[in-house]
């Protein structure tokens, strides 16, 4: 959306077929609308972002606040100067949700917002193609002739499809997705390389494919989960397992951080990763693929009052449902008495192999808090995971 000259002012553009004088009167409403919620923010903008919520999505205020109210900061300083602007999606975003907000007030409020009316449409409507005076009283014509398209109000859906493999939606529609990311999650920009690398207009040659034989790929995987295990203990990364009162963060949080620290090494060797697939009987954690070859990773809490039906009943099947050999069984250890329950899971683990002819193996990951500086370390104390 584009701004234009009528008058000797910029105003904002109307696209309909409409005279000088109709545009006139138009953008005089448009300056009186968003001045309106101009002051509205300039007043509150310090204390209350509750303005904010009504004409932006939340989770783009929560992580946006500042370029939102730079957006309405915008409409309202270009609606009244002398350059040539064009809008955003975010600015469209802000305007259109303005006129939503006004149109509220004057249905349900029944107060007369400046001297606008309801539009009824009539069988004459259908006949002529130019709009009068009397048309930019209502809020139909401004919801017409403000806007080329609403592509701004379903861009999640758009990036839904992109998601799910619909990866020419974009060039199908004549989006430009560089222009919509105030309109994205940052989290939802950043797990997604080719939504980032669309973005960012970055075209990423593909990566020689890695082939791996079914030995190599589950040593790469145990070398994944030991590098979590070592940072963990030898990085701090225990503290992201703790809330700041003192307790021990859910299982989730745990599995959570593993994907973080493995996703990056996995995609660069060719393999893929699938958090909490159905795969018949409820979701696994991880699985690991590379081709045909698959490996499991099931992250359990030493805490977890399921433990042991985890590893001998539910990871089990899993593995049957799934045709997998390969699995590894991660434990988070919160407390120290905690790894007295483990003293029996090799054997447990070592007799589901026998068993099941399976390779099941498991990784404790020593996650207790108030692990001693390096400088207060003797030689036993000493980690080499």
Partial sequence: MELENLGGEKLIKIYGDCSKEVKDAANSKLRDFIDLFYNLINDTKETDLDILHSLFPTIIVNEKPDKCIRAVEDLYHWSNDSFNHTLKPLHEYALFRIL??????????????????????????????????????????????????????????????????????????????????????????????????????????PKEEVHLTKEQFFNHLKKVVTQFNFSIV??????????????????????????????????????????????????????????????????????????????????????????????????????????????EIYTVIDNLNKKYSFNLTVEIVDATKDKLSASKMDKDDLSFI
């Fill in 100 to 205: 939503q907000d006004l149109e509220e007030q004057f249905i349900y409020e029944n107060e007369n917002i400046y001297d606008m009316k309801e539009y009824i449409p009539s069988d004459e409507d259908e006949e002529r193609y130019e709009y009068n005076i009397e048309d930019t009283h209502t809020f139909y014509f401004y919801y017409c002739n403000c806007f080329l398209d609403f592509d701004f109000n379903y861009i999640d859906e758009y990036i839904t499809l992109f998601e799910e493999g619909e990866v020419t939606i974009f060039e199908e529609l004549g989006i430009d997705i560089a222009e919509y990311q105030d309109l994205i999650p940052s989290d939802i920009i950043d797990n997604n390389q080719e939504l980032y690398n669309a973005i960012n207009k970055q075209v990423i040659e």
């Fill in 234 to 343: 030898n990085h701090s990364l225990y503290k992201l397992l703790w809330n700041d009162d003192g307790t021990p963060r859910k299982e989730k949080s745990a599995q959570d951080l593993f994907l973080n620290n493995i996703y990056l090494y996995c995609s660069n060797n060719g393999i893929d990763v699938s958090k909490e697939p159905n795969i018949g009987r409820g979701p696994v954690d991880f699985k690991l693929s590379h081709g045909i070859l698959k490996v499991l990773i099931e992250v359990k809490l030493a805490s977890n009052s399921s433990f042991w039906h985890g590893l001998e009943v539910q990871t089990i099947q899993y593995m049957i449902q799934e045709n997998v050999k390969h699995a590894i069984f991660l434990v988070i250890v919160n407390y120290p008495e905690e790894h007295e329950k483990l003293q």
